[in-house]
C-alpha cells in the first residue's frame, strides 16, 4: 500500500520561498510518476508540476521559471521548491503517484501567500 506525506506548507510573504516535500511509503517508487497539485477556495484541483519515472518535467504556465520539482529515487521524496510566490499561489498543495490504473493522494499541506 502506498502512502503519501507532504510537509513543508505554511505563511509566506508575496515574493517569498518554500519547499514543499513528499514522502512515500510503499514499494517501487521510481516507477511512479509524480506530481503536485494544489487546490484554491471554489476551483477545481490544477497540476503544478509533474516529473515521470523517466524524469520529464512538465509545469503549469502560472509557475514556469518560479518552481521547481525533483525527486531523489533513493529517498523516496520529490520536492516542489517554489520562488517568487505570489497570493494567487495560495491554495492545498497535494501530492501525487501514479502509474496505469493506479493513483493515490497524499492529504494535502496549506500554502498561504499574503502580507
Known amino acids: 500500500q502506498v502512502q503519501l506525506v507532504e510537509s513543508g506548507g505554511g505563511l509566506v510573504q508575496p515574493g517569498g520561498s518554500l519547499r514543499l516535500s513528499c514522502a512515500f511509503s510503499?514499494?517501487?517508487?521510481?516507477?511512479?510518476?509524480m506530481g503536485w497539485y494544489r487546490q484554491a477556495p471554489g476551483k477545481q484541483r490544477e497540476l503544478v508540476a509533474a516529473?515521470?519515472?523517466?524524469?520529464?518535467?512538465n509545469y503549469a504556465d502560472s509557475v514556469k521559471g518560479r518552481f521547481t520539482v525533483s525527486r531523489d529515487n533513493a529517498k523516496k521524496t520529490v520536492s516542489l521548491q517554489m520562488n517568487s510566490l505570489k497570493p494567487e499561489d495560495t491554495a492545498v498543495y497535494y501530492c501525487?503517484?501514479?502509474?496505469?490504473?493506479?493513483?493515490?493522494w497524499g492529504q494535502g499541506t496549506q500554502v498561504t501567500v499574503s502580507s
Open positions: 501525487n503517484a501514479g502509474k496505469t490504473s493506479l493513483d493515490y
Open positions: 516529473i515521470t519515472s523517466g524524469g520529464t518535467i
Open positions: 510503499g514499494m517501487f517508487f521510481s516507477i511512479y510518476d
